[in-house]
C-alpha cells in the first residue's frame, strides 16, 4: 500500500539533549552514589518512533533523580531520526540497517561497518551495565499497546510489576538478528537484569504518545526510582486492565506481494478455533494452527519476504 499515514504526533526538538555529559550523544546517566540497580529508558531505536521521543522530553521535565544506583535516559538511532519528515514517516526507520536486529556477538565484533553497527558500538558498554530496560517503540499496525520480552519468566515478571499494558507477549520474532531485549546480557537466566520492549501502538497516532509515558511512568515505578506518590498525579489511566500473556510460537512471512488479511485485523485479536482463515497470500489461505490464537502486529503493509504477523497462544 502506499498509503501516507495521519501524523499525530509531533517530534520533539532533542537537539538540546546532545550533551549528556557522559561521552555517549544524546546518553544522559545520573548515579545517586549509593549501591542499586541501573535502570534505563531508550527511545528512538527505530528512528522514526517518536512516541518514545515525546515520553523521554517528558520525564526529562521533571528532573528525576535516582535515590539509589543510576538512571539512563538514551535516545538511540539518532542519525535515522535525524531524517525524519512527517510528510515520509515510515522512510526514517534505520539509515543502513534495522538497530534492533543486531545485536549479535558475530555481528558487534565482526568487521561490518554501518551507521547502525557504529552506534552499537558505542552504546553496548553501557546495555552491559543496565539491569532493568525499557526500550520504546511503536508499530505499523493499529494495535492495542503490548510489551514484548523474550521467553525468560524474569522478563514476564517485570511486565507484571510494571502492570501495563494489558498484554504481554513473550517469544522470538521470527525474523533474522537478535532485538536489543535478546542481547546475550538480557537472555541470561542466571543473572536478574530484565528487558522490555513496548510497542505503544501505531507510530504516530497520538494515543502512542499517552501509551508511551504510561508505560515509562509504570515502569519507573515499578523500579522504584519513582515512589508511588511521585508516580501517581503522572499517570493518564489510575486503574488497569488485567494483564494477559500470550506465548509467541509462530510467525508469518508474505511468500507473496499481494498477501491480504481477510479483515483489517489491528492486532491481539483471539481466534477460538483453529483453521480459522486470516489471509490469503496469493491464493494460498493462511489459518490458525490450534485454538485461541492470538493474532499479533498485523503488517498491512507487507511485501513478499517481510513478516506480517506473530501467532501466539494465551496463557491460561
Ligand atoms: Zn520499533
Known sequence: MTDTPVVELAAPDIAKYRDGGAGIPFVHTWDSGK????????????GNEICGA?????????????????????????????????????????????FNRLWEEARLEGPDDTVELRRARELRPLFDTVDDLLDIHSM?????PLVLVNALEKHVAMARRVAYPAYVVTGPVFAPGKRLIEYTPFDDPTNDK????????????????????????????????????AAAPLLAWPSLAPQQVLDVTDGV???????RFTQAYRGCEVFPKAGA????????????????????????????????????RRRA
Request: proline share 5%; aromatic share 8%; hydrophobic share 45%.
Open 35 to 46: 549501591p542499586g540497580r541501573h535502570v534505563m529508558i531508550s527511545a528512538l531505536t527505530h
Open 277 to 312: 482463515v486470516i489471509a490469503t497470500d496469493g491464493g494460498r489461505e493462511i489459518t490458525t494452527p490450534y485454538d485461541d490464537c492470538a493474532l499479533i502486529m498485523p503488517n498491512h503493509r507487507a511485501r513478499a519476504g517481510q513478516r506480517v504477523a506473530r501467532l501466539a
Open 194 to 229: 530484565t528487558a522490555l520492549l513496548v510497542e505503544c501502538g501505531q507510530h504516530w497516532a497520538a494515543a502512542s504518545g499517552v501509551a508511551a509515558k504510561e508505560t515509562a511512568v509504570r515502569f519507573l515505578a515499578a523500579t522504584g526510582v519513582l515512589t508511588a506518590e
Open 253 to 259: 512471512t508474505a511468500e507473496t506481494d499481494t498477501f
Open 140 to 144: 505499523t499496525s493499529n494495535s492495542p
Open 54 to 98: 515525546i515520553a523521554l522530553d517528558f520525564l526529562f521535565c521533571l528532573n528525576i533523580r535516582p535515590s539509589t544506583g543510576k538512571l539512563t535516559f538514551a535516545f538511540v538511532n539518532i542519525d535515522a531520526h535525524a531524517l525524519f519528515d512527517p510528510k515520509s514517516p515510515y522512510a526514517s526507520r534505520f539509515v543502513n540497517e534495522d
